[in-house]
């Protein structure tokens, strides 16, 4: 992949395409055949992009680090900011609702076309529409509110929220920077920090997988999978391609892809289960970055190794 291959987004299409958005060098498609690169030379509002989501009609919205919207739609460039009524805000998190509108969390505590007057000089780094179709969002400083009949309630007020994701018995994980990540259900609140074996407290990531398993990335201190209350973490150490994990996805063939400091990697979910049960010594992870044919605008370099479709998880803010 281009520029400096330090990710800050990771999202999926209707078509099972990953999105990439780049640390200074725009947004990368991954799909079946080509890489696609788009970037200030096709249009893009800035080379920072943020964070991204497929709308109904198959557009991809992203953030622009210079508060500009991009919206690319049949290989065209659009953006959109104070002219169009939108706040001249980089935005941070991005939901498609099942509605087909598309939710933008923005820094300073917008939200689409609602504000939270509880949540005015926060960023908003979370966003989740949980299996009651209500909204919940995650703030850096200002914790975790539920967007319900177009009021907002918040749950905590306080802790800076990175990652909310929604477990199959409908449990929350909410990731935090400096507090670990907590599991909010029914009112009782069990908070999984380095004290009771998570490797470090400052969570980006969150994805909770259709097995109960909740996996957790954290920033220079790899990954952790939460299954029945046990922690097991894996690092470079036992073969993890970066010690940040990004964002998580999770594809067709149970596959997890992982977005890190130097790109994007792939790593086998039943091979991580088998090293937690001993089974064996190390994991192995196949890599994506500078030189993994990535081509600008309409691409023709094959990258047959990256079959194996995303399906969207429970993935946190990076957006």
């Known amino acids: 992949m281009p520029g400096f291959n330090c990710t800050n987004a990771l999202f999926e299409d209707r078509d099972g395409d990953l999105w990439i958005g780049l640390f200074d060098a725009g947004l990368v498609e991954l799909r079946d055949a080509p890489f696609a690169c788009f970037g200030k030379p096709e249009g893009l509002a800035a080379n920072v992009v943020w964070g ?6 198959g557009s991809v919205w992203m953030g622009a680090d210079n508060g500009d919207l991009n919206r690319l739609i049949d290989g065209k460039v659009e953006t959109y900011n104070a002219r169009n009524e939108f706040p001249k805000l980089t935005a941070h998190a991005f939901l498609r609702g099942r509605d087909g509108s598309v939710w933008v969390g923005f820094r300073h505590g917008r939200i689409q076309v609602y504000h939270d007057p509880h949540n005015q000089n926060n960023a908003i780094h979370a966003l989740l529409e949980d299996a009651q179709g209500n909204l919940w969002l995650g703030a850096y400083g200002s914790g975790v509110a539920r967007f319900k009949a177009g009021r907002f309630e918040h749950v905590t ?3 800076q929220v990175t990652a ?12 935090t920077d400096g507090d670990g990540v907590s599991r909010l259900r029914n009112g009782k609140t069990v908070t999984y920090t380095a004290r009771n074996g998570l490797v470090n407290d400052h969570v980006v990531a969150v994805y909770a997988d259709p097995q109960g398993a909740v996996w957790v990335g954290t920033m220079s201190g790899g990954l952790n999978r939460i299954r029945d209350g046990r922690i097991t973490s894996w690092s470079a150490d036992q073969g993890l391609f970066d010690d940040t994990v990004g964002n998580i996805l999770e594809d067709d063939f149970g596959n997890l892809w992982i977005s890190c400091d130097r790109g994007v990697f792939r790593v086998s979910k039943r091979e991580l289960n088998d090293y937690a049960a001993g089974r064996v010594r190390s994991i192995h992870s196949l890599a994506f970055g500078t030189g993994k044919g990535c081509v600008r605008g309409n691409a023709s370099t094959a990258a047959p190794e990256a079959r194996g479709r995303p399906k969207m998880g429970g993935c946190g803010s990076g957006p």
Not at 167 to 172: E, F, M, R, V
């Open 164 to 175: 909310i994701a929604q477990g199959p018995d409908g449990a929350l994980w909410i990731g």
């Open 52 to 57: 991204g989501v497929e709308d109904a009609d």
């Open 157 to 159: 007020n306080s802790g």
